[in-house]
């Protein structure tokens, strides 16, 4: 056989490419299959540096308690990596790379409470870090640490600093009403205010999720905006609550239908994340009112508490998951209930618009 047809035997590592490659396991995800990292290099030599140099930084191949704080705090994240929402992931990431950076490289069996402390007060006085995020970021790593063996109870005993107590001003839903209607910013608003849908179920939501008889809309996915080019979709949201299905008002309905569209497939508001969050902002602080879209939620939420609907149904047409959210005590509501709260709601809603039109009908009259 010629050298020419002679098949040039890989050498071990090597790929068909003529590259090597050298594979770290990480660790396990919660079913205990491997979590294998690859580092590809022009030699092998290069390979196993790479390789080497991770898993020195991550601690990787340690005992638990050598393992430094943002080892921990990597891992695990990577073991959830496949299986919990993309804004939750993003926080998770923001928290590893941003929060409390001051004990990240520490080896978790030489960490204090002290430490933790000192570095949630940099965090706050240099950073100005929220209460919420503080408790998250002492949350995750507590939780990272815990699967390593080791738990300080961290929300526990580290001081935060208190919660904010600021309850918005809201104007009313008419203001609201009389602001975006006949605008681009209509369909969306209303779905919010009159259906409490987030700004990702507004723009997740597409014909096929209609019933036939054009009764129902069921809220089951999400277009989540994280910062960039594209957005993350997903056929489920990210609590069981979450996913619901909710009488569509007649009036809703006729609205929807009347945008153009060709497929049951296509999205109901085809809008991006900036012209549906940012763009409303703005136009409405140009109408002389302060509110964000995610503000027409908490104006649902309020709207339907003075018309006297029930704190639990409230709870369930939102989707909200904890009670805690709206400082109520969860109460069972039956199905009689729901379709005579959802009618007060509906009743409410078609008075204000049609008050609206009144109103815009007598400025046309005017000379």
């Known amino acids: 056989m010629s050298d020419k047809n002679k098949v040039k035997k890989k050498k071990p590592g090597q790929l068909s490419s003529g590259k090597y490659r050298k594979q770290v396991v990480v660790g396990q995800d919660?079913?205990?299959?491997?979590?294998?990292?690859?580092?590809?290099?022009?030699?092998?030599?290069?390979?196993?540096?790479?390789?080497?140099?991770?898993?020195?930084?991550?601690?990787?191949?340690?005992?638990?308690?050598?393992?430094s704080v943002y080892s921990a705090v990597k891992a695990f994240i990577d073991s959830r990596r496949d299986i919990i929402a993309p804004s939750t992931l993003y926080g998770y990431e923001t928290i590893l790379n941003n929060r409390l950076q001051d004990i990240m490289m520490k080896k978790i069996s030489e960490l204090k409470i002290l430490d933790v402390q000192a570095a949630v007060n940099a965090d706050h006085r240099d950073k100005h870090s929220s209460h919420k995020t503080l408790k998250s970021a002492l949350s995750l790593i507590n939780s990272a640490l815990v699967v390593q063996g080791f738990d300080y109870h961290l929300t526990r005993r580290i001081t935060i600093p208190a919660p904010k107590a600021k309850k918005p001003d809201l104007p009313t839903a008419a203001e609201v009403i009389k602001?975006?209607?006949?605008?681009?910013?209509?369909?969306?608003?209303?779905?919010?205010?009159?259906?409490?849908?987030?700004?990702?179920?507004?723009?997740?939501?597409?014909y096929s999720d209609i019933s036939r008889d054009g009764s129902y809309i069921t809220v089951c996915g999400s277009r989540v905006y994280l910062g960039v080019?594209?957005?993350?979709?997903?056929?489920?949201?990210?609590?069981?609550?979450?996913?619901?299905?909710?009488?569509?008002?007649?009036?809703?309905?006729?609205?929807?239908?009347?945008?153009?569209?060709?497929?049951?497939?296509?999205?109901?508001?085809?809008?991006?994340?900036?012209?549906?969050?940012?763009?409303?902002?703005?136009?409405?602080?140009?109408?002389?009112?302060?509110?964000?879209?995610?503000?027409?939620?908490?104006?649902?939420?309020?709207?339907?508490?003075?018309?006297?609907?029930?704190?639990?149904?409230?709870?369930?047409?939102?989707?909200?998951?904890?009670?805690?959210?709206?400082?109520?005590?969860?109460?069972?509501?039956?199905?009689?209930?729901?379709?005579?709260?959802?009618?007060t709601i509906d009743d409410h809603f078609i008075k204000l618009l049609e008050g609206c039109e009144q109103e815009s009908e007598k400025d046309d009259q005017e000379p």
């Open 30 to 67: 919660e079913n205990g299959k491997r979590i294998v990292k690859s580092f590809t290099a022009n030699t092998l030599w290069e390979a196993e540096k790479l390789a080497a140099e991770y898993k020195e930084k991550y601690g990787i191949g340690c005992e638990g308690g050598d393992m």
């Open 179 to 206: 602001a975006i209607k006949g605008t681009e910013f209509e369909l969306p608003c209303m779905l919010a205010m009159w259906l409490s849908l987030r700004v990702s179920e507004v723009r997740g939501l597409k």
């Open 229 to 343: 080019e594209n957005d993350v979709k997903r056929d489920v949201n990210k609590t069981a609550a979450s996913n619901r299905t909710i009488k569509l008002p007649k009036y809703l309905y006729d609205m929807i239908m009347a945008q153009p569209h060709s497929s049951t497939e296509d999205y109901i508001v085809n809008m991006t994340y900036n012209q549906v969050s940012q763009n409303f902002r703005r136009y409405m602080a140009r109408q002389g009112i302060k509110i964000t879209f995610h503000q027409l939620r908490h104006l649902f939420a309020t709207t339907a508490s003075d018309l006297g609907v029930l704190d639990g149904y409230i709870q369930k047409l939102g989707g909200w998951s904890s009670d805690s959210i709206l400082k109520t005590i969860y109460t069972h509501t039956t199905t009689d209930s729901e379709e005579k709260y959802q009618k």
